[in-house]
């Protein structure tokens, strides 16, 4: 869009340029710039127009995406200009992703390059390496406590290694994702030091203050979010004799974003990630980026205004770089991180879909789908060029972060519903083999979170210790079952590693001063590979597992209806136990696949007389792609075994 008003800015700003960038040819960060200026000039106005260095900073700001265009290797200009030209790539049914530590999946980054393999043999192609900054030791929370945002820490290896790799990955079409943790730094990045050291430019980076006047006002609406281990938002420093913001550890510093330095700071850091060739971004705990007193802190609107100004920035100096959002929030929160009344994603393109997470675990507890189904009915559209990343487990814990409105609707009441979940996957409630922790347990709201590994929390362990075969292969189909969902529900599906070889809670955490207090450690493991080779090895719980799953994703790739175009329609079947919903080809929509899937102990019957939104789907041909079978049909009625799933095709 043209305004005078931005235009002569840009006008202004570009004669100012220094030298040795104006010299450049910079003809499509200039276009690129052009058309994006509106929207950047209008966004940092909002922000910061009344402020006395306004020009002198938004001056920096074009500085900082001119110089990392420039610096912006070639082969990454180019990949930049194929994905503008195929702009819905990321929304194809062929990505499949893992989240992963490479500490605990490989020792270290330069290791990883021989696990690759390993990846590519199950078909995944993306990759999320679980932060790899400089930390402190001790002092991490797993590595989003970052001291150097341009370090690779030295326990994991060096800039160089993860060059290598994203060069590597490149090559063999896999997408690398990194974090970038935008809303914090330890209280050992050279920022915060400063800042103790009484330097007034780094102290407002943060949220310091002398007394606790403004902390006590904030504290009255901000929710705790460690409430075991680090209580309240606000630590006291020795050192400056000030009290700082720090939301989630007392050594992780809220960074100030009413500060544009930090904005400009931050994107440089998202531009430098994206120049050493990372795919997407993961942008850590964006729901937390805007702080006011009176609220929880969360959600606010500036908030989605810096990250739009982030995404638009980044769209003039690397436009092929995605952002995910790391947003575990309701649904109808969480949807706005794609950015609202668009089309195309104006925040992040990507955002965890932790509703349906939570509701696919629900489902399990209850060995029925109604509150799935509630969830499922209620979660907004996306936009068009937007997708979820759908998962079962990642590093943190489980929050039952549904509507309540929903349980309701489903015929339960909150309070005690969410109860018996926590009692559920802790194992205390009668003849439940979960194996889960609680995690983050707060007694003045009587709320908690799960920690535990999928297996566990679906009763593999407990399973295999009893050496019941029936329950160890339920446990197995639980994990199939869960998948299946991911799979197939529209959206990228992010498997966390270990689990595609049932990998069971790690307690060894324990032994450990630094981590013991903190149960999200019991599923972040260190792959045992010797227990991996037996994916080789028929009848192993490992090769049932992996051979399955490695199926699934290769015939999830061969499916264009499990692209994400909105092309989803859930049914009401009327049975409690089933989940049912169409996927619809949007290039040839006579191609539909019908997934169902029971959730209970025992056989269930589908109607086939409910699915009206099916007209004409012609049971007598049905198949299931996954197995290749046809499934029982009797009196019009679909017979779903135990745990099992299908993907129908009527072609
Ligand atoms: C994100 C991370 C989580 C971390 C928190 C604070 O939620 O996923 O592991 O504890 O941010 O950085
Ligand atoms: C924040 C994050 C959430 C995470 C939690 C740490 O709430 O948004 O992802 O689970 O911190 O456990």
Redesign the pocket.
């Known amino acids: 869009m043209y305004e005078q008003v931005s235009h002569s800015l840009l006008n202004e700003i570009l004669n100012e340029l220094k030298p040795d960038i104006k010299r450049r040819d910079l003809r499509h960060f200039y276009t690129r710039l052009g058309a994006n200026f509106y929207a950047i000039h209008s966004l940092f106005h909002t922000l910061y127009g009344d402020r006395d260095d306004f020009r002198a900073q938004a001056l920096n700001l074009v500085e900082t995406m001119a110089r990392q265009y420039i610096e912006r290797p070639d082969p990454l200009k180019k990949s930049d200009i194929n994905r503008e030209k195929n702009h819905n790539w990321f929304l194809a049914q062929k990505w499949v992703g893992m989240a992963l530590y490479s500490n605990g999946f490989s020792g270290n980054l330069q290791n990883m390059q021989t696990r690759i393999d390993y990846l590519e043999e199950l078909g995944v192609n993306l990759v999320h390496i679980m932060p790899i900054l400089a930390c402190p030791e001790g002092h991490s929370?797993?590595g989003?406590?970052v001291s150097n945002f341009r370090k690779v820490d030295n326990r994991i290896g060096k800039l160089e290694d993860i060059q290598a790799l994203a060069d590597q990955m490149r090559a063999r079409d896999i997408l690398l994702v990194l974090d970038v943790?935008v809303?914090?730094t330890s209280n050992e990045h050279s920022w915060a030091k400063k800042a103790k050291q009484g330097e007034k430019k780094y102290q407002d980076y943060y949220y310091i203050f002398d007394n606790r006047e403004i902390p006590d006002m904030f504290e009255e609406s901000m929710p705790e979010?460690?409430p075991e281990n680090s209580p309240g938002n606000f630590t006291w420093d020795e050192e400056m004799q000030k009290w700082v913001m720090t939301v989630?550890?007392d050594y992780?510093w809220d960074l100030n974003y009413s500060n544009p330095a930090v904005l400009i700071e931050m994107l440089d850091i998202i531009l430098f990630w994206g120049n050493r060739g990372v795919d997407i971004l993961r942008l850590?705990?964006v729901a937390f980026l805007w702080k006011k007193i009176g609220s929880t802190c969360q959600n606010e609107r500036e908030a989605h205004l810096i990250l739009q100004l982030l995404k638009d920035c980044c769209q003039v100096t690397a436009p092929g770089i995605l952002f995910i959002a790391?947003a575990?929030v309701a649904p109808v929160e969480v949807i706005k991180y794609f950015g609202e009344d668009a089309i195309n994603a104006k925040e992040c393109e990507i955002a965890y879909n932790a509703t349906f997470m939570a509701l696919l675990w629900d489902a399990v507890a209850t060995k029925n789908t109604r509150l799935l189904y509630q969830g499922i009915k209620n979660l907004p559209d996306k936009l068009e060029r937007a997708t979820w990343l759908n998962y079962l487990r990642?590093?943190?814990d489980i929050g039952l972060g549904f509507d309540d409105n929903d349980i309701i609707l489903a015929g339960y009441e909150p309070k005690s519903h969410r109860k018996f979940l926590i009692d559920y996957f802790t194992g205390k409630f009668d003849g439940s083999i979960a194996r889960g922790l609680p995690f983050g347990a707060n007694e003045k709201t009587a709320d908690s979170r799960i920690s535990g590994s999928l297996a566990s929390l679906v009763g593999l362990d407990a399973a295999m210790e009893s050496g019941d075969k029936a329950a160890i292969e339920r446990a197995i189909k639980h994990i199939l079952l869960l998948h299946s969902m991911i799979m197939s529900f529209g959206g990228i599906p992010l498997l966390y590693y270990g689990d595609e070889i049932g990998t069971i809670n790690d307690f060894s955490y324990r032994d450990d001063p630094h981590k013991a207090g903190d149960s999200?450690w019991v599923h972040r493991p260190v792959i045992d590979w010797e227990k991996a080779e037996l994916r080789h090895k028929q009848g192993t719980v490992e090769m049932q597992i992996f051979s399955a799953l490695k199926k699934m994703i290769a015939v999830r790739k061969l499916i264009p209806a499990f692209a994400d175009f909105n092309n989803r329609q859930l049914h009401d079947t009327g049975n409690h136990h089933l989940c049912a919903f169409s996927r619809i080809n949007p290039h040839h929509p006579e191609e539909r696949i019908l997934v169902v899937v029971n959730f209970d102990y025992s056989p269930q019957h589908l109607d086939l007389t409910r699915l009206s939104k099916l007209p004409s789907f012609q049971f007598n041909k049905v198949k299931d792609l996954y197995t290749g079978e046809t499934p029982s049909i009797f009196k019009n009625e679909l017979v779903v075994p135990p745990f099992r799933f299908y993907w129908l095709t009527d072609l």
Do not use: L, M, S, T
């Open positions: 929370d797993g989003y406590a943790v809303n914090h979010i460690f989630f550890h992780q850590d705990a790391e575990i990642c590093h943190d999200r």
